[in-house]
């Protein structure tokens, strides 16, 4: 007896080019920083390492070949670090590799039975009207249905298995995808023809829960038909756990103010090398306009622009948005110097994240925090930090990737944050005093209910909305933080959307909130943060269902980030002109650093004074508004 099981799949299919090439071993890199303070001679090489004469002549013939080291002329047969090799090695960055790239076409099958994965050419696959052909004949079809979910098919998922299949060896690895020839199909299935109980064109890496389905359906008498199972696979879970990472901080990197932050966007676009991204939440063409002339710089040098936005807060203010993003695609097509070096995505990514991301001589940086970079006046107290930390800078690109790869590996805004992830994970790691890593999602929740708990002196949240979900969201916590003796727990906002909350905003007295005191500033800042004991939350929450919201939190034991002794100030860009925005801060020295605040910063009543952790208490959450929970 001879009975068909068709088994749903999904179908992937696309264009990869694949890098080929050995890096560098240990080995090479010892015997070129052995060079790199004085030649050396073979025999030396040899007496020093222990290792065999052929493998250091195999080390240094590879070394030459790369430029990176030269015969020393005038000292008979010795080598010595090339002016290149010696700038390589002495930076601290991992020697380049020069992999060949091929391409090919990569297909494989995802099962939906247990959520395995096989390339196409090792399964059967057949369409609907195929499978009718087959029962027309005579054939015995058992059609499987799957319920109880599925397997992931997002763009991180795919790509590492698309990584599994295309890559054949140690020396080999995805390097590019061509997304216009990526492609999804979720009506075919796999075949497996049972002959007298033993199944044919079944995969041989093929588990157990797949093999058990198969032998249970051929086990089932004759005419039954389509038959149901649960799905055995594992189920799709996002990390939302933040990993703060060692890295350094100075007072350049946290910038505050307005006109700061229009300094920082302009310098970044002076110092982008190939590439920027920007997602900011509004866009405004004007405001666009307005800034033209630096981004049209910017391509002229051959910088690729991509622009991402996220405002879902309602239909009318998707449509607001959609609107100006389809103003600035014409200006950009109105362009010579922009056109088809300024890309505008004209679908929303749902999420509020208020970044720029982009590469440079020295490597990639990014500037993360509550600045609407494409829509802002740059008139508000705004409130970003510059990321320099490789380590750091890798988790943001999967952030990214995570977050505009809807369209799986079709995307390739996805796949290059994918790839640029990858590499910066090879880079040397950061060290300081300071820690830093990204927050996501329920990680806003987690780190604000963290900090209640864990305030010693001061608990303080800045937002600019406070609406209905503002008492579980951050209101609870700091009545938390506010009932232990010696604390000061501060709420500031602008706006307040309820009635519940007026009573707060008329008596902003610490009884009216539980010991929690909410005070209403005025003019609006776009600013959202939330101090608490040593560590920072920076950057913007706004609930978004399936859609990241991309944070950035800071922590450190005693972190110094004045530049004069005590003094305490914030920064605009690296290297430029900067003002003090804060008064009374505590000094790194144990003194008070007294500074006249400019009129973007926050009013000298709601500072501690009793706070000798202030400023090592900062943050940025995002708006406690209509239908959001802070995160």
Known sequence: MSVLIAIPVFRISCGVGIDKGRGWSAIEEIVLWSMTRQSRTIGTLVLETGLPRQI????????????????????????????????????????????????????????????????????????????????????????????????????????????????????????????????????????????????????ETAGASLRHVVAEAAA????????????????????????????????????????????????????????????????????????????????QRGVSFELLWGAERDEETEQRSAKAAAAIARMVREDPAMRGRFHVHMRS?????????????????????????????????????????????????????????????????????????????????????????????????????AASGAATKLFFVGCHKLGSTARPGALLQGQVAAARPGLGATILYTQSLYPAFRTAEASPCPSASGGCRCQRRQPDPDQNDTPAREDYCVGRRQHRRHQPQLGLGVGGPRLSLGRNGGSHSCA???????????????????GTARHRPPRSGLPRSLIPQNSGRAVRALGLSSDIAKGSRLR
Not at 414 to 440: C, S
Not at 572 to 590: E, K, L, Q, S
């Open 56 to 203: 250091i002549v195999a080390a240094i013939a590879r070394l030459m070949r790369f430029r990176l080291v030269e015969v020393a002329v005038g000292e008979g047969a010795a080598f010595r670090a090339s002016e290149y090799g010696f700038k390589t090695i002495s930076g601290g960055n991992p020697l380049p590799v020069f992999p060949k790239r091929y391409t090919k076409r990569v297909g494989f099958v995802i099962e939906c039975v247990s959520g395995e994965f096989y390339p196409s050419r090792d399964v059967t696959i057949m369409p609907p009207y195929k499978l009718d052909i087959e029962r027309t004949n005579g054939a015995e079809i058992r059609k499987v249905g799957v319920e109880g979910g599925g397997p992931s098919m997002s763009h991180e998922a795919n790509l590492r298995r698309l990584s599994d299949i295309a890559a054949r060896g140690w020396n080999e690895e995805v390097g590019a995808i061509d997304s216009r020839t990526a492609d999804v199909r979720d009506d075919e299935f796999m075949i497996v023809r049972v002959v007298d109980g033993l199944p044919r064109g079944l995969p």
């Open 220 to 299: 089932l008498p004759p005419g039954t038909g389509d038959i149901r199972v649960g799905y055995a696979g594992p189920s799709e879970e996002i990390d939302t756990d933040t990993i703060l990472r060692p890295c350094a901080l100075e007072s350049a990197d946290l910038v505050i103010g307005g006109a700061e932050h229009r300094r920082l966007f302009l310098n970044l676009l002076t110092k982008a090398q190939r590439r920027v991204i920007i997602h900011s939440t509004f866009l405004d063409a004007k405001r666009f306009e307005g800034l033209m002339e630096p981004i049209r710089a910017a391509c």
């Open 572 to 590: 605009g860009h690296r290297g430029g002109d900067y003002d003090p925005v804060a008064t009374d801060f505590p000094g790194a020295d144990g």
């Open 349 to 449: 990514t749902g999420s509020h994240a208020k970044l720029v991301f982009l590469d440079t001589e020295h490597g990639w940086l990014a500037a993360v925090g509550s600045c609407n970079w494409l829509s802002s006046p740059f008139q508000a107290v705004e409130l970003s930090i510059v990321l320099r930390d490789n380590a750091v800078l890798a988790d943001m690109a999967l952030a990214l990737q995570r977050l505009v790869g809807r369209r799986g590996l079709a995307d390739s805004i996805a796949t290059e944050m994918a790839m640029t992830a990858r590499d910066l994970r090879r880079m040397p790691p950061g060290a300081g005093p300071a820690r830093m890593g990204i927050v996501v999602g329920e990680g806003h929740d987690q780190m604000i209910r």
